[in-house]
């Protein structure tokens, strides 16, 4: 059942930003500092949630699942060269990446509503109307 299947990326993106604060509390226990990084978890917490109104409007398909495959993979990239170059461009161009894929997302989420719920409506109207 693909249904069940945008659980996987999502439980994937929670392990990633579980793993960069660990790495953010080390580095500030040992005081090599850090600058703050709130733009970093936003793109996986609105995938986070979008997940549940996938499952409960039954649209998460095979679009949505790669879609979050694909931002876990850019993520992934946005976190090593985070943590380790600390390299702003490329940090940027996976923000900007990210924030794409999420943005396909949730427009693909909303296109699929909006047809679901007119079916629903003509399907309601015909019944009333028979």
Do not use: K
């Not at 396909?104 to 028979?130: E, H």
């Amino acid at each position: 059942m693909v249904l069940l299947h945008i659980l996987w990326p999502g439980f994937a993106l929670v392990a990633l930003m579980l793993g960069l604060w660990s790495a953010l509390l080390v580095r500030r226990t040992r005081g090599m500092g850090g600058f703050e990084a709130p733009g970093a978890f936003l793109p996986p917490l609105l995938v986070l949630a979008l997940i549940p109104l996938l499952m409960l409007a039954r649209q998460a398909g095979v679009a949505q699942v790669l879609l979050a495959w694909i931002l876990v993979c850019l993520r992934v990239g946005h976190a090593l060269a985070w943590l380790r170059e600390g390299d702003g461009r490329r940090v940027w161009r996976l923000d900007l990446a990210s924030l794409a894929i999420v943005a396909a997302m949730w427009i693909g989420f909303l296109v699929d509503f909006v047809r679901a719920a007119l079916v629903y409506q003509r399907a309601i109207a015909a019944l009333l109307a028979a």
